[in-house]
């Protein structure tokens, strides 16, 4: 006789598992800012900390359209059409907010962009390794190796 199989794990939501990534990326964006202000003077600082802060928020904002999805009625297109409006709204705003910061003579652009690549991959790297080790920790075939079904 096989061993009762044991319910599906749950799989953490994806608002906590942003949470890790987000601290991680607070503190690279801190630490990038001090680099900068090391490397280039108060500009760089301020610029990259003006990156730290962007980028932030953009990951941040991305519970948005969970958020929406709530209200929403149970259509996929529906929850669809926000995902894609919101997306690009956030898209537009980055990028009306990097053409603003890059036209502001005191910012410096190189301290501005290198934290901003910095941090967003550190935060992708993060997010995705969070939700890779939660959502395999604990899966079980229901037949164990080795064992006859």
């Known amino acids: 006789m096989n061993a009762p199989v ?31 202000a090391f490397a280039a003077g108060s500009a760089a600082l301020w610029s990259a900390a003006v990156a730290a802060v962007l980028v932030i928020a ?53 301290a501005l962009g290198l934290s901003l690549m910095v941090c967003a991959l550190v935060y992708t790297l993060t997010y995705a390794v969070t939700m890779f080790r939660e959502n395999s920790r604990g899966t079980r075939s229901a037949v164990p190796a080795g064992e006859p079904e």
């Open 58 to 110: 953009f990951f941040a904002s991305g519970a948005l359209p969970v958020l929406l999805a709530r209200y929403l009625p149970a259509s996929g297109m529906a929850g669809a059409g926000v995902l894609i409006v919101t997306y690009s709204l956030r898209l537009a705003l980055i990028f009306l907010g990097l053409g603003v910061l890059t036209s502001i003579d005191g910012l410096d652009e190189r």
């Open 6 to 36: 044991s319910p599906p794990p749950r799989r953490r939501s994806p608002a906590a598992a942003a949470r890790p990534a987000l601290l991680l990326t607070a503190a690279v964006g801190v630490a990038c800012a001090v680099t900068a």
